[in-house]
């Protein structure tokens, strides 16, 4: 959570300001309870969410802190472990559907392999043939 100086919340947050951790990055301090941190997963986890998800616009102080800007014209994301890293959109053809996904940085073969795994699931939900077409971000 990022709570700006002069803020109501920030009276609340000198209360309990031992209790948390807090990181900085890009000029904002973020506070977050010891116990709310993610474990990590034996195995990572991808996810094609809606961009209309609460995690895409409704944390959108941390957002930015969460993923390098890529193509702007993907709307949807892509999330690891549940951290965006990239972005990706369907475009319907004919009788198929091309996914384009574009990452904001290399993945490891068993990351590689989870984005695979959510891509089938959604052709799985799609129900035609999918052809995709991955880049890598700046």
């Known amino acids: ?3 700006p100086d002069g803020s109501p ?3 609340g947050l000198t209360l309990v300001a031992n209790e948390l951790e807090s990181e900085i990055i890009d000029g904002k ?3 977050f309870g010891t116990l709310l941190r993610a474990r ?3 195995k ?3 996810d094609l969410v809606q961009g209309y998800d609460e995690i895409i616009v409704s944390y959108s102080e941390s957002r930015d802190a969460s993923c390098v800007p890529v193509d702007s014209r993907l709307l949807h994301a892509v999330l690891l472990d549940g951290r ?3 972005k990706w959109k369907p ?3 004919r009788n198929s559907v091309v996914l384009k996904t574009v990452v904001n940085r290399a993945l490891t073969r068993v990351e590689r392999d989870a984005l695979g795994a959510a891509i089938h699931a959604y052709t799985r939900f799609a129900g035609v043939p999918l052809t995709v077409a ?3 971000g700046k």
């Open 40 to 42: 990590p997963a034996a």
């Open 1 to 3: 959570m990022v709570v």
């Open 91 to 93: 475009v319907a053809r």
């Open 84 to 86: 965006m890293i990239g």
């Open 29 to 31: 301090t973020y506070w």
């Open 134 to 136: 991955r880049t890598r």
């Open 44 to 46: 990572p986890v991808v």
């Open 9 to 11: 919340g920030r009276e």
